[in-house]
């Protein structure tokens, strides 16, 4: 996508005053205009999540894994959705960005009740 961008623009276009131009194209050349700094961008975004960045995650992520379980094992019985499913991304993802996990306010934004 960014190189599209990069042709028109070497073809002379103006993005911000063309038709055929739309959001995604747009933020690429406010938020990303060179190659380079796509990549960069992309790489800064991605790295905490896949390729060599994951496996820095992996004792933190068993170890939420292990205390959302033990909330529930007792019980012989879990609401998996709200009681694993749910949690467990936004925990880590509340960790990874610097949050203590125990501190935040697990949503429940697009839960259902039968």
């Known amino acids: 996508m960014s190189q599209n961008v990069d042709r028109l623009v070497e073809r002379g276009i103006v993005l911000d005053e063309s038709n055929n131009i739309n959001a995604m194209m747009a933020s690429i050349v406010t938020l990303r205009p060179t190659i380079p700094l796509w990549r960069s961008h992309r790489q ?5 999540w896949v390729g060599p960045g994951a496996s820095r995650h992996q004792e933190m992520i068993t170890a939420t894994v292990n205390e959302l379980i033990d909330d529930w094992i007792d019980r012989g019985r879990v609401e998996f959705v709200s009681e694993f499913a749910r949690p467990l991304p936004q925990r880590v993802m509340a960790s990874v960005l610097g949050f203590h996990t125990r501190t935040c306010r697990i949503s429940n934004v697009g839960a259902t009740r039968r």
């Open 44 to 48: 800064e975004l991605t790295d905490p």
